[in-house]
């Protein structure tokens, strides 16, 4: 039970990094944060205490497996984070670029 | 099996890539491609919609069910399924053919084209993926070229409005990654069909699973609570982009999945039919309130799609309570139309509001309404087909507009909610306002100095215009029992036969 309270607190600390700072970079450090602690969650699901790896083979001992399919969810999960990361830090860049800070209370050609 | 369902994917997938590749020696290959390939899926569609074969199946991989569980990932169209996938094709048929004059003024086309495709692919893959996670891994193709998209001319409002819209995208997108997560520990499957069957009769669980589902899909939706992105970055992308992302991307990834959600995989219960009511009857309210005041029109308009959205979500959401308390079964059958039929119907006006707003500012540079008039003698097309859409928008007869809207408020007064159909005819006289503002700086008026060589729009561009004025009158014909029959009925009748969703998509 407590890693899953860890994790809950985990994907807080990075709704709170997401809500509260001003810097774009910032912003992105807590959306990651909160990525990483669902992705830590999802592993938490498929794992069995005294668990082996999934291959029946027999190199490996055999016995109860932990669950392979949150696995390959993650591994998915990282790709796409990877692309929506990339963007993000290429738009604060270009960001930086027009404004020459990283501050959001600066930026604010948007309002209404 | 249906062997044809992966091309809704590949199709657009494939126009992604071979213009990257080939968009290194021809400049043009975007535009030459993306239009016969969507041609090719809207023909596919309307193949699907008249044959009126109501559900079919592609195991992908091929793998047959091991003792009744689907380990295959399943490509599902059914009656629900096939308006959306009529509604892709048709606005990105029409956006695309609209691109090609408007893209001449970025440098890098054959991007704009692939990640116009790469948008399409995703959104097809959303509504035809029966399984939880790949709709997921759509949803984020879909979101993450819509980021791209948004931000194409790189300017500070639109770096701005991207950048927001990408935060709160990646927040939903996380929420609906831990839903999944917690679905999958609780029944073991993916598999939407499967998760209809084997989801725990456990209320308390079943209301926590559907505020994740509902907070991260109504951002993607935008329902009002979590609106705050849509005006940002509806009103900052290329026009073309403003037309898809509020024709269709809020539709396609974002209503569709809580309607097939919470009225096909989860059991319909009082409470959340309520949150999804009260949902959409804020959205109407709140965004119709926040657009009057808008001088910017496409500003404007991205307000309105908000409130458009919410007629939409209170029809499907008056069903769902009607069906909770089981009440008269007709009068949720006609509360489902109208929301099926609005969004049919918005899809259509709202992108051609775009595309009016985008030819106004490729020829005169603004879209202030305040510096804009008298357009009507220099642009006449784009002046009628607005007037057609305004009218449509605000539901004035005989245009698409005014029939699903009095459908939804015929059904709120039959199912006894009186406030609502109230809140519903006030919020179609406020819009009616709105517009009339529109016309009235836009288009009518004093033309302002420097309009004197504002000319209308390219051949393209008027085209893509002209056929979705035409549509727009053309819709109401959906009306028509017969005509009803072979488009909405369908969707409908998965709707209401809501459990037998699982048996129909496993025993197939």
Redesign the interface.
Known sequence: MIPFVLCFVL?MVG?FG?IMLRN?IK?VIG?SI??YS?YL??IL?GYIDGGTVPIISECFEQGPYVDP??QA?VL??IV?GL??KA??LS??I??YK??GTFDIRE?N??K? | MNALIPLYVIVPLGTAFLTLILGRWLKDIGKYLIIPSMLFLLGLTLHYILQASPTSVYRVGGFADVMGIPVAIYLVTDGLASILLLIISLVGLLVALYSINYTKQYSAEEKYYALLSLMLAGMYGVVIAGDI?NLF?FL?IAS?AS??LV?FG?E??Q??????Y??LG??S??II??A??FI??TTGT?NLADIANQLPDVKPYQMFVSVLLIGGFGLKAAMVPFHSWLP?AHS?APSPISAMLSGVLIKAIGIYVIIRLFMNIFRINYEIALTITVLGTLSMIVGVFLAV??WDFK?LLAYHSISQMGYVVLGIGIGMLVLATHGNEKVAMLSITGGLFHMLNHSIFKALLFLNAGSIEYRTGTRNLRKLGGLNARMPITSKSSFVASMAISGIPPFNGFFSKVIIILAAIQAGYYWLAFFAVVVSIITLASFTKVQKYAFQGEMPAGFDKVKESPFGMSLAMIILAVLCLAMSLLIIPGVRAVFLQPAVEVLLQATQYSTRVIGL
């Open positions: 994907f709704l997401v774009l912003i959306l909160m990525e669902v969650f999802l699901i399919l949150p969810l998915t999960a796409i692309a929506t963007l993000m738009v604060a270009r960001l027009h404004y930026m050609k948007l209404g | 996670f891994v984020e993450i980021y791209a931000a790189i500070k409002h770096l701005e409005a991207t950048f927001k990408q935060i990646g927040v997108s996380l990654l831990m999944i997560g999958y520990w993916l940002d900052s005041g808008q500003r």
